[in-house]
């Protein structure tokens, strides 16, 4: 019997633009009707989230610490929360906005624009990797810049990756202390950064001479490819981003512009 299987991760970001791995998630539809939802949770990286942050996967009890969820014939309160229903009466025009045909609940949340607003949570494309390690010299060989080390280590750590080096490990036994020194730090120089660039606007300000953020200019022609590859889930809109050279809310906002001119 055929069957169609469909895979993602649930991931969370936060205030600073760190991506944190939480769970797999995988759908599973066969001939007959039946389908299973999965979810994998990656306690490693569940484990240093602070409350305030994260409160839990919708419908799963995580102190159960299983490594395996499973609903089978039931549409999960996760996925029930965040998608639209096969009996909404705009469900088709939903549909097309993410250039899909039929109503698959798990890879219209992978590819639709729309975030929960109940939490933080969302969901990427699996790419079948649960996990990345990195093997170098020094940390500083992650980066051309030392000033970008403190980042780049803290996405190895947030997403649940490895860092081996002469100079530090990065593993779950010492991914909490890691995560909670590196964040501090990095907490710390981002606001003092942050404070002495408002500083420089305000004096710009009174001073008249303040134009603002000039607009990022993207060639139409890459941008449009870069959408095509997002849109039909072959790269993620962190790739997207990272390619054109902007930011998420800047990329989205092209890409409804985009969908507008040819409406």
Known sequence: MRKLTTAGLICLEDDYRFVYKIAKIKYEEWEDGNFRYTFSPYYNVIDILPD??????????????????????????????????????DVRTLLEKNGMTSLNRLEWLIHTETRYSGDRLFVRPFDGNDSVEYYRQSMYDLVI???????KLLQIICFGDYLYADDVTIDDESRPYYYRILMSMYIHEYERKRAYRN?????????????????IITDPLLFDKI?????????????ACNMLGISRATFYRRLRNKKKDKI
């Open 145 to 151: 810049k030392s000033d970008d080390v403190c980042r």
């Open 52 to 89: 305030r942050l994260f409160q839990g996967i919708p419908g799963l009890d995580l102190s159960l610490r299983k490594k395996v969820y499973v609903r089978s014939n039931i549409v999960p309160t996760f996925i029930a929360e965040r998608t639209p229903s096969d009996r909404r009466e």
């Open 199 to 215: 500083l420089g606007i305000e004096k710009a300000k009174e001073m008249n001479v303040y134009k603002g953020r000039p607009r």
């Open 227 to 239: 959408a095509t590859d997002y849109l039909s889930g072959k790269i993620s809109w962190q790739s």
